[in-house]
Protein backbone atom coordinates (compact mmCIF):
# COMPACT_ATOMS: atom_id res chain seq x y z
CA UNK A 1 0.00 0.00 0.00
CA UNK A 2 1.18 3.86 -0.61
CA UNK A 3 0.32 6.53 1.87
CA UNK A 4 0.31 9.90 0.52
CA UNK A 5 0.64 12.73 3.78
CA UNK A 6 0.31 16.62 3.17
CA UNK A 7 1.17 19.40 5.55
CA UNK A 8 1.77 23.19 5.55
CA UNK A 9 -1.96 23.88 5.32
CA UNK A 10 -3.49 26.82 7.35
CA UNK A 11 -4.63 30.44 7.70
CA UNK A 12 -3.24 33.59 6.18
CA UNK A 13 -3.87 36.73 5.29
CA UNK A 14 -4.92 37.94 2.21
CA UNK A 15 -1.95 38.24 0.01
CA UNK A 16 -0.10 36.11 1.91
CA UNK A 17 2.01 32.94 0.97
CA UNK A 18 2.06 29.25 2.32
CA UNK A 19 3.86 26.25 0.91
CA UNK A 20 2.35 22.76 0.84
CA UNK A 21 4.48 19.56 1.09
CA UNK A 22 3.07 15.80 0.10
CA UNK A 23 5.33 12.90 0.62
CA UNK A 24 4.73 9.37 -0.37
CA UNK A 25 5.33 6.25 1.14
CA UNK A 26 5.29 2.94 0.92
CA UNK A 27 5.53 0.19 -1.75
CA UNK A 28 6.96 2.43 -4.33
CA UNK A 29 8.57 1.35 -7.41
CA UNK A 30 7.66 4.20 -9.14
CA UNK A 31 6.34 7.94 -8.96
CA UNK A 32 4.97 9.39 -12.00
CA UNK A 33 2.90 12.30 -12.31
CA UNK A 34 1.85 14.01 -8.72
CA UNK A 35 -0.57 17.24 -8.05
CA UNK A 36 -2.05 18.97 -6.07
CA UNK A 37 -6.40 19.66 -6.50
CA UNK A 38 -8.87 21.49 -4.09
CA UNK A 39 -12.49 21.23 -2.70
CA UNK A 40 -14.33 23.84 -1.35
CA UNK A 41 -17.77 23.12 0.03
CA UNK A 42 -20.59 22.78 -2.35
CA UNK A 43 -18.35 22.18 -5.88
CA UNK A 44 -16.40 19.30 -7.58
CA UNK A 45 -12.52 18.76 -6.62
CA UNK A 46 -10.76 20.84 -9.26
CA UNK A 47 -6.75 20.57 -10.47
CA UNK A 48 -4.65 22.92 -8.97
CA UNK A 49 -1.16 21.45 -10.64
CA UNK A 50 0.34 18.85 -11.75
CA UNK A 51 3.90 17.81 -12.15
CA UNK A 52 5.20 15.04 -14.71
CA UNK A 53 8.05 12.48 -13.93
CA UNK A 54 9.67 14.84 -16.61
CA UNK A 55 8.89 17.94 -14.22
CA UNK A 56 6.75 18.84 -17.23
CA UNK A 57 3.95 21.17 -15.35
CA UNK A 58 0.30 22.18 -16.30
CA UNK A 59 -2.02 24.96 -13.65
CA UNK A 60 -4.80 25.96 -13.52
CA UNK A 61 -5.98 29.19 -14.91
CA UNK A 62 -6.98 30.73 -11.72
CA UNK A 63 -3.49 30.30 -10.22
CA UNK A 64 -1.16 30.42 -12.90
CA UNK A 65 1.42 33.16 -12.06
CA UNK A 66 1.04 32.89 -8.12
CA UNK A 67 1.57 29.10 -7.39
CA UNK A 68 4.68 26.97 -8.60
CA UNK A 69 4.24 23.27 -8.42
CA UNK A 70 7.40 21.33 -7.55
CA UNK A 71 8.91 17.82 -6.63
CA UNK A 72 12.42 16.64 -5.35
CA UNK A 73 15.21 15.85 -8.24
CA UNK A 74 15.70 12.31 -6.77
CA UNK A 75 11.84 11.83 -7.81
CA UNK A 76 11.55 10.00 -4.63
CA UNK A 77 7.80 10.94 -4.02
CA UNK A 78 7.52 14.41 -2.40
CA UNK A 79 6.13 17.57 -3.89
CA UNK A 80 5.03 20.77 -3.32
CA UNK A 81 2.70 23.74 -3.86
CA UNK A 82 4.35 27.15 -3.48
CA UNK A 83 0.99 29.39 -3.00
CA UNK A 84 1.76 33.12 -3.09
CA UNK A 85 -0.69 36.26 -3.27
CA UNK A 86 -2.97 34.00 -1.95
CA UNK A 87 -6.79 35.42 -2.44
CA UNK A 88 -10.06 34.39 -0.07
CA UNK A 89 -10.75 32.54 -3.55
CA UNK A 90 -8.24 29.80 -2.61
CA UNK A 91 -9.79 28.47 0.22
CA UNK A 92 -10.25 25.40 0.09
CA UNK A 93 -9.06 21.64 1.00
CA UNK A 94 -6.14 21.00 -0.74
CA UNK A 95 -5.68 17.03 -2.02
CA UNK A 96 -2.14 15.64 -3.03
CA UNK A 97 -2.33 12.97 -5.74
CA UNK A 98 0.15 10.26 -7.25
CA UNK A 99 0.36 7.72 -9.68
CA UNK A 100 1.93 4.97 -7.99
CA UNK A 101 3.71 1.79 -9.29
CA UNK A 102 4.27 -0.96 -6.83
CA UNK A 103 6.68 -3.60 -6.74
CA UNK A 104 5.33 -6.14 -8.36
CA UNK A 105 2.51 -4.20 -10.36
CA UNK A 106 2.47 -4.04 -14.12
CA UNK A 107 0.61 -1.34 -13.83
CA UNK A 108 -0.06 2.76 -12.05
CA UNK A 109 -2.56 2.94 -9.58
CA UNK A 110 -4.07 6.33 -8.38
CA UNK A 111 -3.47 7.31 -4.62
CA UNK A 112 -4.51 10.59 -2.26
CA UNK A 113 -3.81 12.07 1.07
CA UNK A 114 -5.72 13.09 3.22
CA UNK A 115 -6.16 16.91 2.72
CA UNK A 116 -5.25 20.11 4.29
CA UNK A 117 -7.31 23.25 5.08
CA UNK A 118 -6.02 25.95 3.78
CA UNK A 119 -7.71 29.44 4.56
CA UNK A 120 -7.41 32.62 3.29
CA UNK A 121 -8.77 35.53 5.45
CA UNK A 122 -9.86 39.08 4.11
Known amino acids: QVQLVESGGGLVQVGGSLRLSCAAS????????MGWYRRTPGKQRELVAVISSGDSTNYADSVKGRFTISRDSANNGRVYLQMNSLKPEDTAVYYCNAGVQSWGMGYENDFWGQGTQVTVSS
Open 26 to 33: GNIFRVNA
